[in-house]
T-cell receptor, first 112, second 115 residues
């Protein structure tokens, strides 16, 4: 069974600053994928970034990057140069054979 | 290209009724998954279908059922609705099922309210 834990219900960041969201997971799979999804008030779940567990290099997508610590089962998301449009609920998720297991989410608030 | 489309957007039902939610995947995607998102929580996996066959089922009662059609669209059916079924129901599609190498793309969801 998979479990995903996000321990930060809410994080606040000023525009142009950096914020890091924490995520820990547990899985019995040897090969798996990890994701960060963003859900704005419009409800649609948007894929932010993906990490393949067998790759040691941390994934990066523009201002978004992850710190993947496989031994510690940790998968944090860093948002650099935060923008007002980054305000949303962020979900960490693990994938096992196409079944996504989500954490409880972290609300990111961006202040001008 | 159109994304994942879900209908209806909102739905209000009463306890004991039946509901059908619909989903059209991105063109070329053959796998559809359904998730339930209760207010304030992360989505919970309900079903995955690939090539019209059920490939996975989450911890939901038999009141929940689904199917996938030859055009890869899908329906989620819920019988004997309970107040606890009130949630946002999300549909996601991917090229193939059972692989995180092909990420899932989500629709806007159907907001179901049970009175």
């Amino acid at each position: 069974a998979q479990t995903v834990t996000q321990s930060q219900p809410e994080m606040s960041v000023q525009e142009a600053e950096t914020v890091t969201l924490s995520c820990t997971y547990d899985t019995s799979e040897s090969d798996y994928y990890l994701f960060w999804y963003k859900q704005p008030p419009s409800r649609q779940m948007i894929l932010v970034i993906r990490q393949e567990a067998y790759k040691q290099q941390n994934a990066t997508e523009n201002r978004f990057s992850v710190n993947f610590q496989k031994a510690a089962k940790s998968f944090s998301l860093k948002i650099s140069d935060s923008q007002l449009g980054d305000a949303a609920m962020y979900f960490c998720a693990s994938d096992s054979w196409g079944k996504l297991q989500f954490g409880a989410g972290t609300q990111v608030v961006v202040t001008p | 290209d159109a994304g994942v489309t879900q209908s209806p957007t909102h739905l209000i039902k009463t306890r004991g009724q039946h509901v059908t939610l619909r989903c059209s995947p991105i063109s070329g995607h053959k796998s559809v998954s359904w998730y339930q998102q209760v207010l304030g929580q992360g989505p919970q996996f309900i079903f995955q279908y690939y090539e019209k066959e059920e490939r996975g089922r989450g911890n939901f009662p038999d009141r929940f059922s689904a199917r996938q059609f030859p055009n890869y669209s899908s329906e989620l059916n819920v019988n004997a609705l309970l107040l606890g079924d009130s949630a946002l129901y999300l549909c996601a599609s991917s090229l193939v099922g059972g692989s995180g190498n092909q990420p899932q793309h989500f629709g806007d969801g159907t907001r179901l309210s049970i009175l």
